[in-house]
């Protein structure tokens, strides 16, 4: 009997908005997807948790910080087609700031901006479903 393995990436997304209505997005700065709008997130470090890694991710890329305890688990996304680098499982989070706070974009993006909800630009990846989960749960 032969048995196949599949190698597959953990990840972690943050869906930051703001009580006025906005998402706060970075523009992708490397591969896949260079140049393309997501939301924040990525590789669960050795040793850390998924909410750990999304805070983590949420500072390196925006500047926004914030203790993982208050990221609230919107659901995992796991469908083997999501990510054209492979099989990756991403758990996402959300957060909700006040209008106003600051982000920079840093560490691997390219830039970061506030987007009102109701006018948003294509998004990389699957990030556009775990957006609208995340705004039909806090509802």
């Keep these: 009997m032969s048995e196949t393995f599949e190698t597959i990436r953990y990840t972690a997304d943050a869906v930051v908005t703001t009580t006025d209505g906005h998402v706060l997005l970075i523009k992708r700065g490397y591969e896949p997807h260079l ?7 990525g590789h669960v470090d050795p040793g850390e948790t998924s909410r ?3 805070a983590r991710e949420l500072a390196e890329e925006a500047g926004v910080y914030a203790a993982p305890e208050e990221l609230a ?16 499982v991403t758990v996402a ?6 209008p106003g706070t600051e982000i920079e974009a840093r560490d691997d993006a390219a830039d970061a901006r506030w987007w009102p909800l109701t006018a948003l630009p294509p998004l ?3 990030h556009a ?4 989960t995340a705004m039909e749960s806090a509802s």
């Design 35 to 41: 140049g393309q709008w997501a939301l924040p997130g």
């Design 52 to 54: 750990a890694a999304a």
């Design 73 to 88: 688990q919107v659901g995992v996304w796991d469908q083997p087609d999501r990510d054209p680098r492979g099989r990756y």
């Design 93 to 98: 989070y959300h957060l909700t700031v006040l």
């Design 124 to 126: 990389a990846f699957d």
């Design 129 to 132: 479903e775990i957006l609208r």
